[in-house]
């Protein structure tokens, strides 16, 4: 059981471009959370997400910010357009929505420049 | 929505002295309580939960005590080391609900 796997570890993006962070959730899990975690803070709530359904994304920016979790495949956290207030680290969370808990990933570290 | 507040934001102890951190919720339906601690570059990672029904659980050098009434619970860390410095951080969660979480305290136990 590989746990749940962020990729990448690290990105670095220019003002003005796209990232794409990547989440596969553990085995046997269908519920994902994404947080972001700005330095020396806590951790916020962006969205959650069920396969192809988006059930709360409350915590999320309403322009630039999407998310999505696919039939098949990761679940995607997109932010277009970046600028530097959206350096942080963003971590994905799954469960399998009748246990409780949550497993973390070792998050994606986006600094823009 | 769940609000959940955390104290204290740093915690400064002597190893082998115990730890004490607290947080207080908003939402009476919440029903589980998880801790984390999440070391530098890391992810979270879950130390101890607690479930509404129960009051108190313990695990090595670890327990958590909850008050419904009062809508507060507690983090405790007995004999502390410094392998415990890191940043800890509550949660409070009402059945499939997304997970709330307190603004962390960060650890330091000096040697």
């Known amino acids: 059981n590989a746990g749940v796997m962020q990729n990448p570890r690290h990105l670095v993006r220019r003002r003005g471009q796209e990232a794409r962070l990547r989440c596969s959730p553990m085995?046997?899990?269908?519920?994902v959370y994404w947080y972001r975690q700005l330095p020396e803070e806590g951790l916020k709530f962006m969205v959650y997400?069920?396969?192809?359904?988006?059930?709360?994304e409350s915590g999320m920016p309403k322009e630039r910010f999407s998310a999505e979790f696919p039939k098949e495949g990761p679940s995607i956290l997109r932010i277009q357009q970046v600028v530097r207030g959206d350096s942080a680290a963003y971590f994905c969370?799954?469960?399998?929505?009748?246990?409780?808990?949550?497993?973390f990933g070792s998050g994606t570290r986006l600094t823009v420049v | 929505g769940e609000n959940v507040e955390q104290h204290p934001s740093t915690l400064s102890v002597q190893e082998g002295d115990s730890a004490v951190i607290k947080c207080t919720y908003s939402?009476?339906?919440?029903?589980?309580f998880p801790w984390y601690k999440q070391e530098l570059g890391k992810g979270p990672q879950l130390i101890i939960d607690?479930?509404?029904?129960?009051g108190e659980k313990k695990d090595q050098r670890i327990a958590v005590t909850l008050n419904k009434t009062a809508k507060h619970f507690s983090l405790h860390i007995t004999e502390t080391q410094p392998e415990d410095s890191a940043v800890y951080f509550c949660?409070?969660?009402?059945?499939?609900?997304?997970?709330?979480f307190g603004a962390g305290t960060r650890l330091t136990v000096k040697p």
């Open positions: 969370a799954s469960s399998s929505g009748q246990i409780y808990g949550y497993t």
């Open positions: 085995k046997g899990h269908s519920h």
């Open positions: 997400l069920q396969k192809e359904n988006i059930i709360d």
């Open positions: 939402d009476s339906a919440s029903n589980y």
């Open positions: 607690i479930r509404s029904n129960v």
């Open positions: 949660a409070a969660r009402e059945g499939n609900n997304d997970m709330r």
